[in-house]
């Protein structure tokens, strides 16, 4: 292909297929925290703590963990049509998917997106 990008599909396509592992992966280990978290939760008697701590689960660590997920995916599911319209020799396209793929907002909305193009 003629163009000023150089990349090794069937590298690339490895690399988007291990990260996709990895994070099919990570179900067991967020499994046992919610089990951790449950164990933690009934372990404390008082109201006022288990509903301090159930806020906390609620509002921060289950949301950021829902937004990496699909922060990460969508990331994911971009690169593999970036590449897909770069194998057919469509850069264009390629870099529109590009930059969508780095497009990810995080999950509790306070931060700012990361836009690669600013």
Avoid: C, K
Avoid at 84 to 99: C, F, I, N, P, V
């Amino acid at each position: 292909m003629n163009s000023a990008w150089s990349i090794d599909v069937p590298s690339s396509r490895a690399v988007i297929a291990a990260a996709r592992a990895s994070m099919a992966g990570l179900d067991d280990e967020l499994t046992a925290l919610d089990q951790a978290v449950q164990g933690i939760f009934q372990s404390v008697p008082a109201a006022v703590v288990q509903e301090s701590f159930a806020e906390v689960m609620t509002q921060g660590v289950e949301p950021d963990v829902r937004g990496m997920f699909s922060g990460s995916n969508a990331a994911l599911r971009g690169a593999s049509e970036a590449l897909s319209h770069y194998e057919a020799g469509d850069l264009a396209m390629a870099a529109t998917a590009m930059r969508s793929a780095a497009w990810v907002v995080p999950s509790r909305g306070h931060r700012e997106p990361v836009n690669p193009d600013e």
